[in-house]
């Protein structure tokens, strides 16, 4: 048996998503920008692409933004949306379990005069939103939360902290980094008061390479890429028109069937929760007296006692069940999970960190075999460990 | 102007006596399997003590020199000028239209040198030199000669043909592969290893290498950085047949029966057995390692002694008494050393106790193998039995 269970990490292309794919390679394989007919029929894809996107957001075609992926998304939003408005502030904000992608260019922001503040969260992951609020001041040009964590899969209340933002002071913008919950929930900028919003492809059986970036029409934000000038001149460089395919199509069957698909994830976890609790020396993290349902359904976090989550991670690996290793650790040079930290997690249990992540294709089967392999390995990887 | 011919000199070959004409071969051999990764047909002709690489089609002069600059036994490499005559007016003439079509400009200082490998040939060497400067020095007047230490030495050599030659690229030195028997390296994954399988290598030696795989403490990552590192050394020792134990039983069992800080010696004794017995299987003369005096617990002279006295084959180790900085200078020349900085564990250092022993004796190692007794030489005939191995070849 095989059980992929680092979703969270990329997911399958989905056959639809190839097909169409197929077709821009192989038929349709004109320059969108080109005034005949072969691109006009390359840039039909770009706008049921469009279409797709701006359907599942309610929000306008226009005010989407192809990009290389949730990193550039993230890049764009946050550097180019900081310059833009540098003339209002410097001050942004931001929390403590941020992906890599969000904090890289933060850090780049510190370096060129900007200062950030960075919100605490509590044990389950969920930020401190008084804090968040009271940090607002004069100088804040800029929020950014993400709505899922990808380490824990705690979810923020993205409505809630919009709000709270704009009522104190409407002119800052509220980015949100959606890459892990795009696909999982219903998100509504609109709704949400959110300005910038990012999202990858791979993550929702699409193809790697193509995200994109929403920006609320009249938003200031620059360029990242300068060329050509197509998309308007927000992102130059030929389209993607694979990949853009690839993305619609992906949306498209992410939110069709919608509820069904969710519900069969939280049912899955619940499930294999369950089944971990039965076993010893194990913490299912970011779920501490909240209920599931207010956590990311396609996320669980296990912290076993005892086993570097590295050699669990090639344990299972070796009864072909793949996961992730809570943080990026290796034994020289130990560069621990910030999102683990940020909920107080000791950096022994950090260390101890792996993290499974499902799809909509998880079934159960996969996870009663997993739980299964786990009885088998944890209490032998346990007897070897360095003293 | 495209060279047709380069000149191949070596050095310590050309002292080896009677065998003289193995170490030739075994040079023309390399060359070949080094030039066979370059587009483009080349001859190697061995003539009166000299080797030529001749191109027999277009080809990439920077692709040849790199290619002949990984090949052991050669010294320096002179791209020549042939030609095909030896009259007098001839050499003169072509001489001049050399320095024309190699130099943009001819403002440099200079020396001719004349070698005769033809003996009657009307002109003494000093009478070349004299009279073949005098005619570039007519030709070109903003050169000046210089005997003592000039810019550019302008070689001639009268033999059938004339070939004439300035321009001098360093090789490798050492001794062609294949020439001084073959060994078995332990190939870890470290910066050390793979410097210590160059070195052993430019001294003619042929290598295997041996890895020592322990999942799931070790990844797939690490064994691919071992190859990867293989595949880099490779394109000095030629074709490298890497062996891949599974030491994970072993090392588990030793863990289980054996006081901790011993681990990683008595673990090293038993790397040592496997690799003899590997090395045996191969035609290998001995073993290589990439240990020096200490840089780590295991690598003291009693830790090395302790570890040597497992096998029964020489152990050879060719950094010993080499600075770290020293190696790393090496590894970054070979190319081996962004490779070796990967962090990927490997097995030696998964289990390593806080304060390993770094003076044990024999007597107290030995008494702990005993424990092992019971079940190591089933494990031990396992992993001989389960080894993989990979045939590492130049990308």
């Known amino acids: 048996m095989e059980a992929y269970l680092d979703n969270a990490a990329t997911t399958k292309v989905l056959p639809e998503v190839k097909e169409i794919m197929m077709e821009t390679l192989e038929e349709h394989y004109g320059n969108p920008s080109s005034m005949h007919s072969k691109g006009v029929e390359a840039e039909k894809y770009i706008k049921f692409a469009k279409k797709e996107i701006a359907k599942s957001l309610k929000v306008e075609e226009k005010e989407i933004i192809f990009v290389s992926g949730g990193t550039e998304a993230n890049n764009q939003a946050l550097i180019c949306g900081a310059m833009a408005n540098k003339r209002s502030g410097n001050h942004i904000i931001t929390t403590k379990i941020e992906h890599a992608s969000v904090y890289n260019p933060l850090v780049y922001l510190e370096s060129q005069g900007f200062r950030v503040t960075y919100v605490d969260v509590d044990g389950n992951g969920k930020v401190n939103q008084e804090q968040l609020v009271e940090a607002i001041g004069e100088d804040t040009i800029l929020v950014s939360v993400m709505h899922v964590n990808n380490e824990i899969g705690a979810v923020e209340d993205i409505a809630e902290i919009g709000e709270k933002i704009k009522k104190k002071k409407p002119g800052i913008l509220f980015h949100v980094d959606a890459i892990q919950s795009y696909g999982k929930f219903k998100i509504f900028p609109k709704r949400m008061h959110i300005d910038l919003l990012s999202v990858s492809g791979h993550k929702i059986h699409g193809p790697k390479g193509i995200g994109f970036l929403y920006v609320k029409d009249k938003t200031k934000v620059l360029p990242l890429i300068y060329g050509g000038g197509q998309q308007k001149g927000m992102r130059s460089g030929t389209e993607n028109v694979p990949g853009i395919a690839g993305l619609g199509k992906a949306v498209q069957l992410a939110y069709a069937d919608f509820d069904a698909h969710i519900a069969h994830m939280y049912e899955l976890k619940i499930f294999f929760i369950d089944l971990l609790n039965k076993m010893e020396d194990l913490t299912v993290n970011g779920i501490d007296g909240i209920d599931i349902e207010n956590t990311a359904p396609h996320v669980v976090s296990v912290t076993v006692d005892g086993v570097r989550s590295e050699v669990l991670l090639h344990a299972l690996e070796d009864k072909n069940i793949y996961v992730s290793a809570g943080s990026a650790c290796s034994s020289n040079h130990p560069a621990l999970s910030g999102t683990l930290q940020a909920i107080g997690l000791e950096k022994k249990a950090v260390e101890s960190t792996i993290r499974f992540s499902f799809s909509r294709f998880t079934t159960k089967e996969e996870l009663v075999y997993t739980v299964e392999t786990l009885e088998q390995l944890v209490p032998v990887l346990q007897k070897y460990v360095r003293r | 102007m495209l060279y047709k011919v380069f000149l191949i000199k070596y050095a310590e070959i050309g002292i080896k006596g009677k065998n003289r004409y193995i170490f030739e071969n075994a040079l023309c051999d390399q060359i070949k399997i080094s030039l066979s990764r370059v587009e483009g047909e080349f001859q190697i002709r061995k003539e009166m003590g000299r080797i030529y690489v001749e191109a027999l089609s277009d080809y990439d002069y920077d692709d040849v020199i790199d290619a002949l600059q990984h090949v052991f036994g050669i010294v320096a490499i002179c791209p020549v000028k042939i030609v095909d005559s030896t009259e007098w007016e001839t050499v003169v003439v072509e001489t001049i239209k050399y320095v024309e079509e190699v130099y943009d400009k001819q403002n440099f200082t200079f020396k001719v040198a004349a070698k005769r490998a033809n003996k009657s040939y009307p002109k003494t060497s000093p009478e070349i030199c004299m009279e073949l400067g005098g005619a570039l020095l007519d030709s070109f007047p903003e050169l000046k000669v210089d005997i003592h230490q000039p810019e550019v030495m302008i070689t001639v050599e009268i033999r059938k043909q004339t070939n004439i030659y300035s321009v001098v690229i360093p090789g490798l030195g050492g001794l062609p592969v294949g020439t001084g028997g073959k060994a078995m390296v332990l190939l870890s994954g470290g910066i050390d290893s793979p410097v210590s399988s160059y070195m052993i290598a430019k001294r003619g030696v042929k290598v295997d290498a041996v890895y020592f795989h322990a999942p799931p403490y070790t990844s797939e990552r690490a064994k691919q950085k071992v190859i990867d590192l293989a595949t880099q050394v490779s394109k000095y020792t030629?074709?490298?047949?890497?062996?891949?134990?599974?030491?994970?039983?072993?090392?588990?069992?030793?863990?289980?029966?054996?006081?901790?800080?011993?681990?990683?010696?008595?673990?090293?004794?038993?790397?040592?057995?496997?690799?003899?017995?590997?090395?045996?299987?191969?035609?290998?003369?001995?073993?290589?390692?990439?240990?020096?005096?200490?840089?780590?617990?295991?690598?003291?002279?009693?830790?090395?002694?302790?570890?040597?006295?497992?096998?029964?084959?020489?152990?050879?180790?060719?950094?010993?008494?080499?600075?770290?900085?020293?190696?790393?200078?090496?590894?970054?020349?070979?190319?081996?050393?962004?490779?070796?900085?990967?962090?990927?564990?490997?097995?030696?250092?998964?289990?390593?106790?806080?304060?390993?022993?770094?003076?044990?004796?024999?007597?107290?190692?030995?008494?702990?193998?005993?424990?092992?007794?019971?079940?190591?030489?089933?494990?031990?005939?396992?992993?001989?039995?389960?080894?993989?191995?990979?045939?590492?070849?130049?990308?």
């Open chain 2, 238 to 395: 030629g074709e490298i047949q890497l062996h891949v134990v599974n030491f994970t039983d072993i090392q588990m069992y030793i863990y289980d029966q054996c006081p901790h800080d011993q681990l990683t010696i008595i673990m090293k004794r038993y790397m040592v057995r496997v690799a003899e017995a590997l090395a045996e299987k191969n035609g290998c003369l001995g073993l290589v390692t990439g240990e020096s005096i200490g840089q780590v617990a295991s690598q003291t002279m009693q830790s090395m002694a302790v570890i040597e006295e497992a096998g029964n084959m020489p152990i050879y180790r060719p950094v010993i008494a080499f600075d770290k900085q020293d190696i790393v200078n090496i590894a970054e020349k070979i190319g081996t050393y962004e490779i070796s900085i990967q962090p990927y564990e490997d097995c030696c250092t998964t289990f390593v106790a806080k304060h390993p022993v770094t003076k044990p004796t024999l007597s107290s190692i030995q008494k702990s193998e005993t424990h092992l007794v019971k079940k190591i030489d089933e494990m031990f005939a396992r992993a001989l039995d389960t080894v993989e191995t990979i045939v590492i070849r130049p990308e």
